[in-house]
């Protein structure tokens, strides 16, 4: 399996075991999902390269979450601070090992529906070796 999609694999099992019922990915949820939600985002293998028959590289994730509650904007907040220290904890997958290395945390206005909503995005940046 290639490093993006182990790494996928596992963050999307460890977000749906902290937020059940919360998490997509492919296809948005539908319109009538309660609020809040997270989605995985792309993922990006961004360079990897071998050196003396080991093997190394980045992959960059992106999660997106959305509330309506926008008052409750320390909630959401701690929402994705969540996802950002479940990404902290993974230095593992079967063919693996893996360190986030880097990424950052933007909270936005939304208007693309009739009520206010925010988006939250968690841009993490991973180095990975293969086992």
């Not at 996928?8 to 059940?20: G, N, Y």
């Not at 997270?38 to 190394?56: E, H, M, P």
């Not at 593992?92 to 360190?99: D, F, H, I, K």
């Amino acid at each position: 399996m290639s490093p993006q999609q182990e790494l996928f694999s596992q963050f999307r099992v460890a977000l749906e075991k902290a937020f059940p019922d919360r998490v997509y990915d492919g296809d948005l949820p539908p319109e009538d999902t309660p609020y809040p939600f997270i989605y995985i985002g792309n993922t990006q293998d961004s360079a990897s390269y071998q050196v003396k028959g080991g093997f190394f590289g980045r992959v960059n994730i992106t999660i997106h979450a959305w509330t309506n509650n926008i008052r409750a904007r320390g909630d959401f907040s701690s929402l994705l601070f969540g996802v950002r220290r479940i990404a902290q904890s993974i230095d593992a997958t079967p063919s693996y090992g893996w360190c986030m290395s880097g990424g950052n945390e933007d909270i936005l206005p939304d208007d693309t529906t009739s009520e206010p909503l925010m988006h939250g995005l968690v841009n993490c940046e991973f180095k990975y070796w293969r086992k």
